[in-house]
């Protein structure tokens, strides 16, 4: 704060020097004028200006030190009040800023929270006529046009979950019961729901889980789950998804394997991006780039770590590490 002061007074204590200065100098070119005594009384006179000015200092930096240490936010308490009337006008400034921004921030997010109870009440009112159209997919004779449309029915109702479960993600530590949870009902009720499309795809699943207790919530682990599932089977053709489970250094580990068409190494730092769908094969319009980073920010609170190795034309492995119990203390409801 010194440095900033006497760069901030610099103009004055230039001025002082110099008048110093000219009186030396005066004093030097008429021999008249005697010059030790001179000289006394300008170094006399520039200890009396450096203990004004650091008297000064003192008191002038008190409001900004202040504005310095001052937290990024809205509360109009938190400006320093003002000794002086150049700071009145900082503090005045500052406190009709922290309003407007204060309304302009409480009208957001009013509007953000009726677009969310909006989005959230249309994605309920559509699973109506969704059920009704699975039931006359099933009551249809035609096995071929039955199989399209399920697979189309499948898309529409993995998108509209995804969007609810974004919606809600913002407020998913509210909603957390962290449990002791079986991976093998949540795994057998995802592959249920991608049945008709693996079929489609000529997809089977492997199944090897050593460790079936993990330490989650069974909600928000089934939509990780239904992510990472979707995404396997999506980019794999004719082929066996492996998922194992097997405990390592004390934490229960879950793996998903596919031998679909992989991930290229330039993509891989990026495939947690939200938007990110891929360089190499950037024409796909069936990417949304969402599934992979939806499921990475709902795992975070859980304490959830991913790993992912993958060949490009080989396939992905996606490696989820759970936390231990005493890892969770901090979330309420344990």
């Known amino acids: 704060m010194i440095k900033k002061y006497l760069i ?7 001025l002082i020097l110099s008048l110093e200065f000219l009186v030396i100098l005066v004093a030097f070119l008429d021999t008249s004028i005697p010059l030790l005594p001179l000289l006394y009384i300008v170094f006399i006179s520039l200890i009396i200006f450096v203990i004004f000015l650091f008297i000064r200092y003192q008191k002038e930096t008190i409001f900004y030190k202040v504005l310095e240490e001052r937290e990024n936010n809205l509360d109009p308490n938190s400006v320093p009040s003002a000794y002086r009337p150049f700071e009145g006008i900082i503090e005045k400034s500052l406190t009709k800023q922290i309003d407007f921004l204060a309304q302009e921030a409480a009208a957001n997010w009013t509007t953000m929270e009726q677009e969310k109870d909006q989005m959230l009440s249309w994605i309920h009112e559509v699973k109506t006529p969704l059920t009704a159209m699975q039931l006359i997919i099933d009551r249809m004779e035609d096995e071929k046009l039955k199989a399209d449309l399920r697979y189309e029915w499948l898309r529409i109702h993995l998108l509209l979950d995804q969007q609810l479960h974004q919606k809600r993600m913002p407020f998913m530590e509210n909603d957390l019961y962290i449990e002791n949870t079986k991976l093998k009902p949540l ?19 492997e199944l090897e889980l050593e460790e079936e207790d993990v330490l989650t919530d069974a909600k928000w682990m089934a939509f990780i789950l239904r992510q990472l599932l979707t995404n396997a089977v999506k980019y794999s053709e004719a082929s066996d998804i492996l998922l194992n489970s097997y405990v390592q250094d004390g934490r229960t580990c879950f793996k998903i394997t596919d031998f679909g068409r992989g991930i290229a190494p330039n993509d891989l730092p990026r495939i947690f991006d ?19 980073y939806l499921a990475q920010k709902a795992a975070r609170p859980l304490l959830i770590k991913f790993n992912v190795h993958s060949e490009l034309g080989i396939g992905t492995a996606i490696t989820l590490t759970f936390p231990q119990k005493n890892e969770f203390v901090h979330i309420i409801g344990m």
């Open 8 to 14: 901030e007074r610099r103009s004055w204590i230039l």
């Open 187 to 205: 795994i057998f009720n995802e592959i249920r729901t991608l049945q008709s499309w693996c079929m489609q795809k000529g997809i089977g699943f």
């Open 274 to 292: 939200k938007g990110f769908t891929s360089t190499a094969n950037h024409q796909d319009g069936a990417a949304t780039g969402m599934g992979l």
